[in-house]
């Protein structure tokens, strides 16, 4: 019984190593797997960047393409672009500004009528009307 004890016990002891080592063994590869996890899903994020930069960029592309097309097309029937409308704008405002400058000249020199001539003016009227209803 002793060599069937003895063999029980190195037994246990070697069963328990074996263990140790499978849990030593699970961890270490637990945790390369880890690593290998977290490497390739910052490989995949960078990759995810890097393709939505350029999508980016083919879109900005095509959307000006497309603006020169439309704004080429808007010139050619004659339609005038923002550029074309701020232009006229100051323009107007230039034009506003002289027009006020000459009137406010023009009424500083007009000379002042005397009012003597509007009542005169209403007597020839006066008589005028009454000639012709006395004729008719």
């Known amino acids: 019984m002793s060599a069937l ?66 704004a080429k097309a808007l010139n050619k029937l004659g339609v005038p672009s923002a550029k074309d409308i701020s232009a006229l704008v100051a323009r107007v405002e230039e034009l506003n500004k002289s027009v006020q400058k000459m009137s406010a000249k023009a009424t500083a020199k007009k000379p002042v009528r005397p ?6 003016a209403k007597k020839v009227a006066k008589s005028a009307t009454k000639r012709a209803t006395s004729a008719v």
């Open 5 to 70: 004890a003895k063999v029980q016990t190195e037994g246990a002891k070697a069963l328990e190593a074996l263990i140790k080592e499978g849990m030593s063994m699970q961890r270490k590869t637990q945790s390369a797997a880890e690593e290998k996890i977290n490497e390739a899903s910052s490989k995949m994020s960078n990759m995810a960047t890097d393709i939505s930069s350029r999508a980016s960029g083919q879109w900005d592309k095509l959307e000006s393409i497309f603006e020169d097309r439309v």
């Open 115 to 120: 009012a003597a001539n509007k009542p005169a």
